[in-house]
């Protein structure tokens, strides 16, 4: 160069660019050894996109200020937009968009909202049908779901002096029935025996299906006895608990035939098979 600055043109790429400067600086400080300084380095537009400003040669020290074209700045202005904001097409379970700001919605389509609401249903609510199959040990798992019935209907005590009825509600999961009296079943008996009529069909068992010990009253006296159903007969059958020596059995026919008898707020569970 000789000490004499060369044009760069805007069509070198910018490494290339500042690679020369960097180069010819060094080489035009070389020559002047001191003896001068550099005043001025030529630039030359040779892009349509990007425009020298003014002063053009530089003479002083400062920035070079470079003008974009207007084609640039609007691509660049594009780019910024499409950052800023997102456009959601229909059809895909969304509407709304573009996304232009902080705080922009999206709502969701009927369908979606639909298909939502499905989803929560079934989380809600389990349908059973089927009985339990298998028994639970290894090799022999237990094949779900499990038929689950309720219901109540009207039980009339008997062996009492007038008509005493009331309501009872059952339970029914697979094979297991499960009556819940209501919290007072009683009159006042007139005989030595205790059953309580209207057993539907559904809580009828195979076999005659005793309970496990219960409180009953008889004479207006608590104590302790079971239940019993009579296989197709739709009949619940009271066995009241008699001390005999030093054991404890149950008897059909031991009750008072005076006084306060009947349930109260009892629970029998039994199998159906």
């Known amino acids: 160069m000789a000490g004499t600055p060369q044009p760069y043109h805007t069509t070198m790429s910018w490494p290339q660019l500042i690679a020369a400067v960097t180069s010819d600086m060094n080489a035009l400080y070389a020559s002047?050894?001191?003896?001068?300084?550099?005043?001025?380095?030529?630039l030359a537009a040779g892009s349509s996109d990007i425009a020298l400003g003014s002063p053009n040669p530089?003479?002083?020290?400062?920035?070079?200020p470079i003008d974009l074209s207007a084609a640039v700045k609007t691509a660049l202005a594009?780019?910024?937009?499409?950052?800023?904001?997102?456009?959601?097409?229909?059809?895909?379970?969304l509407t709304g968009g573009p996304l232009g700001a902080s705080g922009?919605?999206?709502?969701?389509?009927?369908?979606?909202?639909?298909?939502?609401?499905?989803?929560?249903?079934?989380?809600?609510?389990?349908?059973?049908?089927?009985p339990?199959?298998?028994?639970?040990?290894?090799?022999?798992?237990?094949?779900?779901?499990?038929?689950?019935?309720?219901?109540?209907?009207?039980?009339?005590?008997?062996?009492?002096?007038?008509?005493?009825?009331?309501?009872?509600?059952?339970?029914?999961?697979?094979?297991?029935?499960?009556?819940?009296?209501?919290?007072?079943?009683?009159?006042?008996s007139n005989a030595t025996s205790m059953t309580v009529t209207?057993?539907?069909?559904?809580?009828q068992p195979a076999t005659t299906s005793p309970s496990a010990p219960i409180a009953m009253v008889d004479n207006g006296i608590v104590k302790m006895g079971i239940l019993g159903v009579t296989p197709g007969s739709g009949t619940i059958t009271?066995?009241?608990?008699?001390?005999?020596?030093?054991?404890m059995t149950v008897n059909g026919s031991a009750?008072?035939?005076?006084?306060?008898?009947?349930?109260?707020?009892?629970?029998?569970?039994?199998?159906?098979?």
């Open 32 to 42: 002047a050894a001191g003896a001068g300084s550099v005043t001025s380095i030529g």
């Open 58 to 64: 530089v003479t002083v020290a400062g920035n070079i």
């Open 78 to 93: 594009d780019a910024t937009t499409a950052l800023q904001s997102i456009s959601i097409a229909t059809g895909t379970g």
């Open 104 to 130: 922009s919605t999206v709502a969701l389509s009927a369908t979606s909202i639909a298909d939502l609401a499905l989803a929560v249903s079934a989380l809600q609510s389990v349908s059973v049908s089927a």
């Open 132 to 188: 339990i199959t298998g028994n639970g040990t290894s090799g022999s798992p237990l094949a779900l779901p499990v038929a689950i019935t309720v219901g109540s209907f009207t039980g009339t005590l008997t062996g009492v002096t007038t008509t005493v009825t009331g309501t009872i509600y059952y339970q029914i999961i697979g094979s297991v029935c499960t009556l819940m009296f209501p919290a007072s079943l009683s009159g006042t």
């Open 198 to 203: 209207g057993l539907p069909s559904a809580c």
């Open 238 to 247: 009271a066995y009241l608990g008699v001390v005999s020596g030093t054991y």
């Open 255 to 273: 009750f008072t035939a005076s006084g306060s008898k009947g349930l109260s707020d009892a629970v029998f569970t039994y199998s159906l098979k």
